[in-house]
């Protein structure tokens, strides 16, 4: 500690020469503190000699290398009297002249490239002969042997030198032996020095061949292929490493096999990978198999072992070869045959994957190369099993999804791709083999997104190869009344290689995903071509996605997966940012200094750097390949995916949001325009007015002035009087809209004439069973329903099934575009099965009103034939009995008909009015209107006991009944009331409660059988009122 004071001068020189700092700086005092501690306080070993030789050593080894022997010479010379110095003998410190050493080695800085002093001799520079610096044809001399360059004598090299070199010289003297001298004179150069070959023309000086000959020789690697004959490796001292020459010996083999190092087999088996061909460990086949070549191994196995090791590579080998010519095919679009942009994609997504795999590849080749660790064949195996395990899931699902015939459409191509895409996502239980699979059906599903998006977006079903689900029928415009339904369909062809049930088609995994969405799409698509046909405004498309605005389908669906699946926290997101930031100045600095190096060595030799660097055809590959788009980039981020996630689930949550929001926007905008500006509701009601008979003036009116033509019986029924006269009607309420209407009248028979006559018509073998089966075959059961007194009253009950008499009358409305959308065909035959069973109720209520009591006979009459009566044969009541019975007859007929009137009146047409009305102050989007509306139609069919088909439903069978019930009654009624026979009476009463209890015992059998509120009343009402049987 005494000599702190001088420690502390020294210090302050020390720094103060070294780093120029001055003493009043802050980075001087650190420094300061920094070496004083140093100094005072280190606990460093004593100095290695050995080590120190050794760099030394080293040090002329690399001198001798250069060229610069002189200088290694001098190295070694001046290296030995320096330790043998007497003054380091008797000194007090212990390996002083060691430490010394040791320190010059640190203070030196490429003592190579130092340029030589006083008294130093140059390098010889013997120029080349001016007439061999020729052009030089690179392909002729890379092809000839390596010229024997004689470059004076050299001490032996490290192990990792060449040994040709040490067989070539053979021990002998070299040429050159007296070419580095330390003489002022230099000797002439022989001439046997350049007879191998002339010389480049860029190398002017031996250091620089030797230079150029020294980087050539370690970047070729020693041939172990092509015609020359198996080498034979060295002999090593395990005998666990000589097994091949030990079997070969024992086992009498003749035939010689090569050996081959582990290091080469490891580098062939990564080459192969990355370009799966024949190569000198692997050949192909003409079925496309892939096979270990025999008579290779290595020295530490049998050839059979080494087959046996390495067959594990060549089902992959084959599998790459067919994903290879499979992407090299569907490279760019065809015409002939049309390829769908689906396939394309998913080419595409493959083609990122095998560039991840070569990548890996090159990874791995490039840690064999350098020879750093140790590495063997189990530790390759082990690298690359994960990606083998990829490899073998994406064939399967490959060779699953192109299992198709020739003649496949594009739409069923690019579905089973799909659909067996997304099957293999959910069946494949690894994380990262999913996260995989996810990728490439995000790099597949691009197309069908990106129509989607056109769709969503501008109202266009762009699909040019004709493989989307949904086409447009081009057949149906937009000003079609079937436009809603018909113009968009959805197309599920059928897969011929999925016809036994047993096997499930592959193309129904993706409609998981599609099935919710079509709807919702077809919708969206009508809309627009509807709001663009109506000259209305674009609506625009508002997404909003965590701040990103104007996205794409496919960008919104690829960002919900990643920020789903891989939601980093804020720390890591400002990591990854720092590093991102860090990266991109670390690039940038590593652009420079290749640069500036590039420019340096082509500067030195512009020859040896064009022939060995990287062609420019090279560098434009690498760029086109990491050449990616945003999307494509964004997909590839996304990582491994847990089995717990569903990835239907995450496409589905992706996509509907948007797809819903974009429905409710545009169907929001197109019934603003349809209910305000074409006055979609004021069409409907004019419809439920006219066929629905809500406008009962007016309808009184109409159907009064048909039953009336049809009484008459002298003048035909034809459809233009009944167009007229309903315009006419209609015209009182609704000026603008009675031309839309007209009246057609189906040919038909008066069967009235019929009614009239005293003969009843015979009745069929349907009339004789209850008609209810028929109705519950149709939806509510098949059991049958026999009832046998039923049977036996139907039996005696003859009367005609007609329509209540009156024609099938078809009532159209020719709808405007676009409220034809709503009022359809199908629609308004609905509202005319419905007009035709209300007016079968006003026809029979019409015909027993229109019998008044003063059309009676009169009472004159009455008494003039009182003393007639007791003359007629058979038991006779009085006059005023029967009189009394008809008029009571009469009331129970209308009594029935009414109840049964009021009742679907007030159950069915109303409900009905009143959910229409609701429905469209509402104004919900335009396919909920119409698939409501049709909804609510079925609804009253149904309650009316009406079927689907045409067949004759019971309660029609009833009106039909009671309609010849009235008009037989009004034949006695207008008659002559005196002739009318008490067994006439008692027939017609007796029908009557036939039909009563028929109507009856069908309502029971359907309020027990089925939930049936709106029938219960109706059914209490008729049971209280059954009338009793009448005796003659």
Same mark, same amino acid.
């Given at each position: ?94 390996? =002083? ?22 008294? /130093? ?83 002017? $000086?031996?250091?620089? %061949? ?13 041939? @172990? ?60 086949? *003409? ?14 196995? &049998? ?29 760019? +679009? ?7 942009? $689906? ?28 020879? /750093?660790?140790?590495?063997? %064949? ?36 690019a579905m089973r791709l799909l659909g067996s895409l997304c099957e293999g996502v959910e069946e494949v239980g690894e994380a ?29 079903? =762009? ?15 937009? @000003? ?49 071509? %509807?709001?663009?046909? =109506? ?44 590093d991102s930031e860090r990266g991109q100045e670390d690039s940038t600095e590593g652009k420079e200094s290749v640069a500036r ?58 996509? *509907? ?27 409907? +009601? ?7 008979? /809500? ?57 009235? /004439? ?13 009339d004789r069973v209850l008609l209810i089966e028929e109705y519950e075959r149709l939806g509510r059961g098949t059991q049958k ?38 009022? $359809? ?60 019975? =008809? ?25 009905? @009015? ?16 119409? &698939? ?12 009316? %006991? ?45 029908? @009557? ?31 209280? $009122? ?7």
């Open positions: 500690m005494s000599n702190s004071g001088k420690f502390d001068d020294l210090t302050k020189q020390l720094i103060t020469h070294l780093l120029g700092f001055k003493e009043d700086e802050e980075n001087f005092i650190r420094s300061e503190q920094f070496v004083l501690s140093n100094l005072l306080y280190h606990h460093c070993l004593a100095v290695n000699s050995h080590a120190v030789r050794r760099s030394i050593d080293g040090l002329a080894l690399k001198f001798t290398i250069h060229g610069q022997h002189q200088r290694a010479s001098r190295l070694k010379d001046l290296t030995q009297k320096f330790v043998a110095s007497p003054i380091f003998k008797d000194h007090h410190e212990t390996d =002083l002249e060691w430490s010394l050493l040791s320190l010059l080695l640190h203070l030196s800085n490429s003592p190579t490239q130092v340029p030589l002093g006083e008294g /130093e001799t140059q390098v010889p520079q013997v120029p080349l002969d001016e007439v061999r610096q020729e052009k030089l044809d690179w392909a002729t001399y890379l092809r000839e042997d390596d010229p024997d360059y004689v470059l004076g004598p050299e001490d032996p090299l490290s192990d990792w030198s060449d040994d040709e070199d040490h067989e070539d010289c053979g021990g002998k003297d070299l040429p050159g032996h007296q070419l580095y001298t330390h003489s002022s004179t230099l000797p002439s150069l022989p001439e046997t020095l350049f007879t191998a070959k002339p010389p480049l023309p860029g190398l002017k $000086t031996l250091e620089q %061949l030797h230079h150029a000959k020294s980087w050539l020789s370690d970047k070729i690697h020693l041939q @172990y292929w092509g015609p020359k004959q198996p080498q034979e490796l060295p002999a090593s001292n395990h005998p666990k490493a000589n097994i091949a020459k030990l079997c070969k010996s024992g086992s009498g083999i003749q035939r010689q096999c090569q050996q081959l190092s582990e290091w080469a087999v490891m580098r062939e088996v990564v080459w192969c990978l990355m370009c799966p061909v024949s190569s000198h460990v692997f050949v192909v086949n *003409q079925r496309g198999q892939f096979n270990v070549k025999e008579g290779i191994t290595l020295c530490s196995l &049998t050839p059979a072992a080494f087959r046996s090791m390495l067959e594990y590579v060549c089902e992959p080998l084959k599998q790459l070869h067919v994903l290879d010519a499979f992407m090299r095919r569907n490279q760019s +679009q065809r015409f002939e045959p049309l390829i769908p942009l $689906t396939v394309l994609a998913y080419a595409s997504g493959l083609w990122h994957w095998r560039q991840a795999f070569c990548h890996h590849l090159k990874g791995l080749e490039d840690a064999i190369k350098d020879q /750093e660790n140790t590495h063997t %064949l189990l530790w390759l195996e082990g690298e690359l099993f994960p990606w083998l395990r990829t490899l073998a899931v994406l064939f399967g699902v490959h060779m699953k999804a192109f299992a198709l015939p020739p003649e496949a459409s594009p739409r069923t191509v990262g083999v999913r996260g995989v699979m996810l990728r490439l059906l995000l790099h597949t599903l691009r197309s069908y997104l990106s129509i989607m998006h056109s769709w969503l977006m501008h109202g266009s079903l =762009l699909d040019c190869a004709q493989e989307f689900i949904v086409h447009r029928d081009e057949l149906i415009t937009v @000003y079609d009344e079937r436009f809603w339904h018909k113009a968009f369909i959805v197309s599920l062809e059928n897969d011929d290689l999925n016809q036994n049930r047993e096997t499930r088609n592959p193309a129904m995994a993706i409609m998981k995903i599609l099935s919710p969405l079509l709807a919702i799409l077809m919708s969206v698509g009508k809309s627009q071509e %509807l709001l663009a046909a =109506l000259d209305a405004p674009p609506v625009a498309l508002q997404s909003h996605l965590k701040g990103h605005t104007d996205c794409s389908l496919e960008e919104v669906v690829v960002r919900y997966i990643k920020d789903t699946v891989c939601s980093p926290t804020k720390e890591s997101e400002r990591e990854l940012q720092e190096n590039t420019s340096r060595h082509a500067s030195l030799d512009p020859l040896m750097w064009a022939a060995f660097n990287e062609t420019p055809q090279d560098s434009l590959v690498k760029e086109t390949q990491l050449n990616m788009d945003h999307i494509a980039s964004l997909i590839e981020e996304i990582g491994d995916i847990p089995t717990s996630v569903s990835v239907v689930f995450l496409l589905t949550s992706a996509l *509907q949001p948007l797809v819903r929001r974009r429905q409710e926007e545009l169907s929001t905008k197109l019934t603003k325009v349809l209910l305000e500006e074409h006055h979609l509701a004021v069409h409907c +009601q004019v419809v439920r007015s006219v066929l629905l008979m /809500e406008a009962g003036d007016i309808m009184h009116e109409f159907y009064s002035y048909l039953f009336s033509m049809m009484d008459a019986g002298g003048e035909e029924i034809d459809s233009i009087s009944l167009t007229l006269f309903l315009q006419y009607c209609v015209a009182r309420l609704y000026p603008d809209l009675a031309q839309f209407f007209s009246v057609s009248v189906p040919l038909w028979r008066n069967t009235e /004439e019929q009614a009239s006559v005293g003969s009843q018509p015979s009745v069929g073998k349907s329903i026999h009832d046998s007194k039923h049977l036996q009253n139907s039996a005696s009950l003859k009367v005609s099934l007609t329509r209540a008499g009156i024609p099938e009358l078809q009532i159209c409305y020719q709808a405007p575009w676009p409220a034809n959308l709503l009022l $359809t065909e199908p629609v308004m035959k609905k509202f005319n099965k419905l007009f035709n069973f209300s007016l079968s109720l006003k026809r029979v209520t019409n015909g027993l009103e229109r019998l008044k009591f003063k059309e009676l006979s009169s009472w004159n009459l009455i008494l003039d034939h009182e003393l007639e009566e007791s003359d007629t044969e058979g038991l006779q009541i009085p006059l005023q009995s029967r009189l009394h019975r =008809l008029q009571l007859f009469r009331q129970w007929l209308l009594c029935f008909s009414r109840e049964l009137h009021d009742h679907f009146a007030n159950t069915a047409f109303l409900p009905f @009015y009143q959910a229409v009305e609701q429905l469209i102050l509402a104004a919900p989007p335009l396919n909920t209107i119409i &698939t409501e509306h049709e909804k609510l139609l079925n609804k009253i069919s149904s309650e009316c %006991l009406m079927g689907r088909d045409e067949k004759i439903h019971p309660l029609q069978v009833a009106l039909n009944k009671m309609f010849w019930l009235t008009q037989q009654l009004s034949h006695l009624w207008l008659g002559d009331v005196s002739r009318v026979n008490v067994g006439e009476i008692t027939n017609l009463e007796t029908h @009557y409660a036939q039909v009563h209890r028929y109507l009856v015992n069908f309502l029971t059998t359907m309020v027990s059988r089925s939930f049936s509120p709106h029938l219960e009343g109706l059914t209490r009402s008729l049971v209280d $009122t059954v009338p009793l049987l009448a005796h003659q």
